[in-house]
């Protein structure tokens, strides 16, 4: 289902390419009958936010959510893991499950990358993908109570992903996630912290800005485009 694909573009760091792109985008979900009413608006308004607003100030807007609050890292293992050793363990898993599926990624991509997952999805079965969704429906739910909170468009996307899982999310595993929460003020100087405590010449801790902006930028061109770029993601279908 290109659904899949063309909400994982949705969630691309903002580039001119993805806002040529948007309004493709929001038909597309818009003719999607899977999704509520006010799931598709809540995604014409982004799409639009992103066709019509200035680039940089889109881009601005999207680390100040994405990159500088672990609580909507779009990392998906990040929310249950952290950075235990059971989320490497967990990466493996995912990645040997594309593997499986005959679809190989970049050695350089987070397999838990949700953009990344979301192109998965969205090249196996439409029954497998519900499900594949509905594994990790309470962290997208938990994601989507935290954008509406600060009043983001980008909640309707994930809105959508609940949607199209192949059940609803678990009440007391959302709350779970939810209770722990801290002020953006809090994360924001949490990372703050790990930055100034990263070694000079060791690069930037997993999940830090630089990391993701490089993953974000890679993953543009494979979630717009028709098909996958040659030179990041294979497919093998036999």
């Known amino acids: 289902m290109m659904i899949y694909r063309a909400l994982g573009a949705l969630l691309q760091y903002p580039t001119a390419e993805l806002a040529g792109a948007a309004g493709d985008i929001a038909a597309m979900a818009e003719a999607e009958r899977a999704l509520s009413k006010p799931s598709r608006a809540a995604i014409g308004r982004l799409a639009s936010k992103l066709t019509l607003e200035d680039t940089l100030a889109a881009q601005e807007a999207y680390v100040g959510l994405f990159d500088r609050s672990r609580s909507l890292s779009l990392h998906l293992f990040e929310h249950i893991h952290g950075e235990s050793r059971d989320r490497g363990q967990a990466m493996v898993n995912l990645a040997a499950h594309y593997e499986a599926n005959g679809y190989s990624i970049d ?108 993953v974000l930028n890679r993953m543009a061109e494979l979630a717009v485009a028709p098909r996958a770029r040659p030179d990041t993601t294979e497919h093998d279908h036999g």
């Open 107 to 214: 050695a350089n991509e987070l397999p838990d990358y949700l953009p990344l997952f979301l192109e998965f999805l969205s090249l196996v079965e439409p029954r497998e993908a519900a499900g594949l969704l509905a594994d990790v429906v309470h962290i997208l739910a938990a994601i989507r109570v935290r954008l509406e909170r600060r009043g983001s468009d980008y909640a309707g996307v994930f809105r959508a992903l609940e949607e199209l899982a192949a059940r609803k999310p678990d009440r007391a595993a959302v709350e779970s996630l939810l209770q722990h929460d801290k002020s953006r003020e809090e994360e924001a100087a949490e990372l703050d912290k790990e930055w100034e405590e990263a070694p000079a010449f060791g690069g930037a801790p997993d999940g830090g800005c630089v990391a993701a902006r490089d």
